[in-house]
C-alpha cells in the first residue's frame, strides 16, 4: 500500500524559498511518476508539476519560473521548492502518485503560510 | 488551457436521492477526465478515472460517463458519508497540463 507524507515548515517569509519534502512508503519512487498539487480557497485546486521516473520535470506553465521538483532515491523521497513567495502561494500542499491521468493517492497535506 | 466548468456549485440533497454532477470542459479531453471527493480537512480521494472506471474501493453508487466536452458523476442513492465536494480533473498530453473544476458541494438538505 503506498502512502505518502507532506512535511516542511508552516510558515516562510515572503520574497523566500518555500521547501517541502514528500516521503514514500510503499513503493521505490523510482518506479512511479510523480506530481504536487495545492489547494487555496480562491484559486481551488491547482496543479504545480510532475517529477517523472527518471528525473525529468513537467511544470505549470504559470509556476514554471519558480518552482524545482526533484527526487532523493536513497530516502525514497521528492520535493518542491517554490521561490520568491507571496502571499498568493499561502495553500495547502500536496504530493500525490501520478498516474496517466489521475492522481492517487494523496498525502494528507500541509499548510503552509506566506508571513513576515 | 482546458478550462474545466462544474455545475451546479451546490446541490442540496437528502440521503437515498440520486445526484447528478455535470463538468463541462472547454475544449474536447477524449475520456481523460477523473472525479474525486474531498471531505473537510482531508485530501481528494479519487472516485472515477478515464471518464467511467471506478477507483479501487469506490461503491457501485458511484458512477461516471462522457467524453469529449462533457460529463457526469452520478451518485444513485446518496449515503451520509457521500456529502462532500467533488473536482473533476483533466490531462492534455502534450505538453502535460492538469486543470481542476471548481467543484460542486452535496449538502444535506
Known amino acids: 500500500q503506498v502512502q505518502l507524507q507532506e512535511s516542511g515548515p508552516g510558515l516562510v517569509k515572503p520574497s523566500e524559498t518555500l521547501s517541502l519534502t514528500c516521503t514514500v512508503s510503499?513503493?521505490?519512487?523510482?518506479?512511479?511518476?510523480w506530481t504536487w498539487i495545492r489547494q487555496t480557497p480562491g484559486k481551488g485546486l491547482e496543479w504545480i508539476g510532475y517529477l517523472y521516473y527518471n528525473g525529468n520535470t513537467d511544470y505549470n506553465p504559470s509556476l514554471k519560473s519558480r518552482v524545482t521538483m526533484s527526487a532523493d532515491t536513497s530516502k525514497n523521497q521528492f520535493s518542491l521548492e517554490l521561490r520568491s513567495v507571496t502571499a498568493a502561494d499561502t495553500a495547502v500542499y500536496y504530493c500525490?502518485?501520478?498516474?496517466?491521468?489521475?492522481?492517487?493517492?494523496w498525502g494528507q497535506g500541509t499548510l503552509v503560510t506566506v508571513s513576515s | 488551457e482546458i478550462v474545466l466548468t462544474q455545475s451546479p456549485a451546490t446541490l442540496s440533497l437528502s440521503p437515498g436521492e440520486s445526484a447528478t454532477l455535470s463538468c463541462r470542459a472547454s475544449q474536447s479531453v477524449s475520456t481523460y477526465l477523473a472525479w474525486y471527493q474531498q471531505k473537510p480537512g482531508q485530501a481528494p480521494r479519487l472516485l472515477i478515472y478515464?471518464?467511467?472506471n471506478r477507483a479501487t474501493g469506490i461503491p457501485a453508487r458511484f458512477s461516471g460517463s462522457g467524453s469529449g466536452t462533457d460529463f457526469t458523476l452520478t451518485i444513485s442513492s446518496l449515503e451520509p458519508e457521500d456529502f462532500a465536494v467533488y473536482y473533476c480533473?483533466?490531462?492534455?498530453?502534450?505538453?502535460?497540463?492538469?486543470?481542476f473544476g471548481g467543484g460542486t458541494r452535496v449538502e444535506s438538505k
Open positions: 480533473q483533466q490531462r492534455s498530453n502534450w505538453p502535460p497540463r492538469v486543470t
Open positions: 510503499g513503493v521505490s519512487i523510482s518506479s512511479l511518476y
Open positions: 478515464d471518464a467511467s
Open positions: 500525490a502518485v501520478a498516474s496517466s491521468n489521475w492522481f492517487d493517492p
